[in-house]
């Protein structure tokens, strides 16, 4: 892994130098940028994490590639994604649509949930995307690029289309037992869709973006050797920290610069402590009620996972049970130990407790299937009076802590892990 970046020598580097240097958003360890050929990757010669990549001709192919995307998903808006019949009664669901069941079943929260992550992140970013690259391929410069392109930083981990889909296929199996469902056009554009932005991701290089909007690492205005330097969360630049100066802006893209995220421990200790209360009511209460000619039934998380287990369908049950159960557990865990071990000033094992850190905020976002498998049943099973399905309070619950465990995520820092080893190096 340390084969594509030298790790750099001084701690604070000299003046001018800056341009040359990154430091590392997961551990904060400065090193000298190499430069790549196209393709290859920079990783942190300590803790792993990507630092920077140098993908082939990044403004044409992201460019190209996010039109695609957006074309695919405007139009996968349009069409139904799911069609049922039941008995020679039909219906079919649009996501917007299911977003406006929601709403009418009273569960506007729920509903909004689901509206941010489908389908209003993922059209700002692309419209973003495209305000930001196609000015820059035509050498034109509308106001307000860089605060564009900071947003969709900030955004992306919010877009959930690819969660959405295993919803889908998860409410597929769960139809197909009483009903006849017809797979819609837009469950396929919504499938090239998720390929499409993955290649989009791939291929957008934020440094030459960032260089090419004529931001590149500025001079710093003031040599100030004995204050270090800071680095940007939103786009990862380097700069100078001038003591004295209580609030600092990031020089290319705007951001309020900070040594460490400001009061992380306690912004993660409060998160958690709700989402671990709120994770009782949302495995306890049902999450959707079923009604038919046959009779009622209300189903928590677990009794769904149970159902698609009896019924046949154990890998999905298996995935459901991760997804939902598993993974949540599990965060709170994870970010309750690394809060502990910070705030104790544990030396225990940094790398792996980074990468536990890493791992827990890759994963949080697959609880959401079962937010979406809900949003499906309830807007395809409208059949009255053969059957309906009614979203239930525990799905609210479930949807906060998800929220709840992902701000927990963000707002903790990784660097904290290292500064108790680097205090324990500086005061032997
Ligand atoms: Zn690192
Ligand atoms: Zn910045």
Same mark, same amino acid.
């Given at each position: 892994m340390c084969s594509s970046v030298v790790p750099a020598a001084p701690a604070v580097p000299a003046f001018g130098d800056l341009e040359n240097l990154c430091a590392c958003h997961e551990c904060d360890l400065l090193q000298r940028k190499v430069p790549l050929a196209p393709g290859q990757s920079a990783r942190c010669c300590?803790?792993?994490?990507?630092l920077y990549h140098a993908p082939k001709d990044t403004l044409n192919r992201t460019l190209a590639f996010s039109l695609a995307a957006f074309i695919l998903f405007s139009v996968a808006n349009l069409f139904p994604i799911l069609g049922l019949s039941i008995q020679g009664k039909h219906t079919e669901a649009t996501l917007l649509g299911a977003v406006l069941e929601l709403q009418k079943q009273g569960m506007g929260m729920m509903a909004g949930l689901v509206l941010f992550t489908t389908i209003v992140v993922p059209a700002m970013e692309l419209l973003g995307l495209l305000y930001v690259l196609l000015p820059l391929k035509l050498n034109k410069k509308p106001p307000g690029q860089a605060a564009v392109f900071r947003l969709i930083q900030v955004l992306r981990p919010w877009g959930m289309i690819e969660v959405l889909m295993l919803g889908i296929l998860v409410s597929l199996v769960k139809l197909a037992h009483m009903a006849t469902v017809q797979p819609g056009w837009s469950l396929w554009l919504f499938g090239g869709f998720i390929f499409v932005m993955a290649a989009t991701a791939a291929s957008l290089d934020s440094e030459e973006i960032w260089a090419r909007l004529? %931001?590149?690492?500025?001079?710093?205005?003031?040599?100030?050797?004995?204050?270090g330097y800071l680095t940007c969360h939103a786009c990862g630049m380097l700069s100078y920290a001038p003591a004295g100066k209580h609030e600092q802006h990031?020089? %290319?893209?705007g951001s309020v610069l900070h040594v460490r995220k400001p009061n992380s421990v306690g912004r993660c200790w409060s998160l958690l402590i709700a989402a671990m209360i709120l994770y009782v009511p949302a495995n306890v209460l049902p999450v959707m009620s079923t009604s038919s000619i046959v009779g009622a039934q209300v189903d928590t998380i677990m009794s769904g996972v149970i159902y698609l287990w009896v019924s046949g369908s154990w890998p999905l049950a298996l995935l459901v049970f991760f997804a939902s159960v598993m993974v949540p557990l599990l965060k709170l865990m994870a970010l309750t130990l690394l809060l502990v071990t910070v705030q104790t000033g544990s030396r225990w094992r940094p790398l792996d407790r980074t990468r536990l850190y890493r791992l827990t905020e890759k994963v949080g976002?697959?609880?959401?299937v079962d937010i979406f498998v809900v949003t499906m049943l309830v807007a395809l099973v409208d059949v009255r009076p053969l059957a309906a399905v009614q979203a239930g309070p525990g799905a609210i619950a479930f949807g906060a802590v998800v929220v709840l465990t992902m701000v927990a995520a963000m707002s903790f820092d990784p660097r904290l892990i290292w500064d108790s080893v680097q205090e324990n190096v500086h005061s032997r």
């Open positions: 300590r803790c792993g994490a990507q004529g %931001r590149r690492c500025p001079v710093a205005t003031q040599q100030n050797s004995g204050a990031c020089p %290319r893209c976002r697959w609880s959401m």
